[in-house]
């Protein structure tokens, strides 16, 4: 324990020091994943398909606001989706228009739930972020996660239906389209499910990791992922996706262990050292329940130079000659008995 200790104090203080340029490196990488994924499972629009355009528009918002990178992987959609089909890529611009706005409204400082949010759904693992909503952040976070989720399910219909999605019939016309594709969002129970769990979840998990007992954040990512997997267990076996449960299981497993990692470099108490404070003033008496953060100091090497000249008397950074360090190791008398034969 001692070792991760260790670790996860290295990076914090290594984070602390280069946190101006680890920051913006963090917000490009996150960038470019977004977009090149843009590019990789959509790509309607070959104009878009440019190496050099992503590297630029990574670049550009590894140093401006968060909420700029969201608004660029929106724009980036609605086109790709416009090409495909002009009722396609309106669809896709009411749908981020309207979580663009709710993102401003409850959560502006969340970005990152919307961005990670359909990345952990293509990596199979999307059950981490409404527990980790709750541990982290505060319940109006889980909206942001929710947005992403909703365009991952839009985007997975449209790339399921693109053939029909992308040709308008000669009976058919802009609005009978736009139709069609409104029935077919709104008609995916997976998505409604993933809503309602993810709304509780974070909930749950919230209103846990801030009750004062022993082990708050364990407890709440246990009941989490239990509450997770037993509404999407039960959710699946009502909408006939049985087949999903082996997917699901795998996913809150992985799930649990990268929460237990944000448990230790956030919330690691050493609940053996518990005190209870009471103290006064002249209002209110007060309760106090002090339990000690797991820390420990990262270990500071000293490297001590010795002078080799035996005949001279040079000193080092310390001050400390070779006479008085081999005096220290008793070996000085021997040193002048040899020199005398």
């Known amino acids: 324990m001692t070792v991760l200790l260790e670790f996860r104090e290295g990076i914090r203080s290594f984070y602390g020091k280069y946190e101006a340029y680890l920051l913006p490196a963090v917000k ?16 309607y629009m070959e104009r878009l398909n440019s190496m050099a355009l992503l590297l630029i528009l990574a670049l550009a918002c590894s140093i401006l606001p968060m909420g700029v990178m969201l608004l660029a ?3 980036l959609l609605t086109l790709h989706c416009y090409a495909l089909s002009m009722p396609v890529g309106v669809m896709m611009l009411v749908i981020f228009a309207i979580m663009y706005l709710l993102y401003f409204r409850f959560a502006p400082r969340c970005a ?6 359909p990345i952990a759904c293509m990596l199979g693992i ?3 972020m409404p527990a980790a909503n709750g541990l982290l952040q505060q319940p ?3 909206i942001p996660t929710i947005c992403g989720i ?5 985007l997975d219909g449209v790339m399921a239906n693109e053939t029909s999605l992308g040709v308008i019939g000669e009976d058919e016309d802009f609005i009978s389209k736009f139709r069609e594709i409104i029935s077919q969002f709104a008609g ?8 309602g769990v993810f709304a509780v979840t974070a909930l749950i998990v919230y209103v846990i990791r801030r009750m004062s007992v022993d082990h708050a954040w364990t407890i709440a990512i246990v009941t989490g992922m239990l509450v997770e997997y037993l509404g999407f267990f039960i959710g699946y076996t009502q909408i006939g996706l049985s087949s999903m449960t082996v997917r699901l299981t ?4 992985a799930s649990v262990l990268i929460l237990l990692v944000l448990q230790f470099f956030f919330f690691n108490l050493d609940y053996s050292r518990t005190e209870r404070v009471q103290f006064e003033d002249d209002e209110y008496y007060y309760y106090v329940k002090a339990v000690p953060k797991r820390y420990v100091r990262a270990r500071e090497k000293t490297v001590k130079k010795i002078s080799g000249n035996s005949r001279s008397r040079r000193y080092n950074r310390d001050g400390v000659t070779r006479e008085e360090l081999m005096e220290d190791m008793n070996l000085l008398e021997d040193d002048e008995e040899n020199q005398r034969y």
């Open 140 to 142: 109006l976070a889980v």
């Open 250 to 253: 795998g996913g809150c497993a």
């Open 150 to 154: 909703i365009t991952f399910y839009f």
């Open 126 to 128: 999307p059950y981490v």
């Open 28 to 43: 490009f990488l996150l960038a470019f994943t977004v977009f090149f994924l843009i590019d990789y499972k959509i790509g």
């Open 73 to 75: 992987a929106g724009v």
């Open 188 to 195: 995916n129970r997976e998505m409604y499910l993933a809503i």
């Open 112 to 117: 990152w739930n919307a961005l990670l949010s």
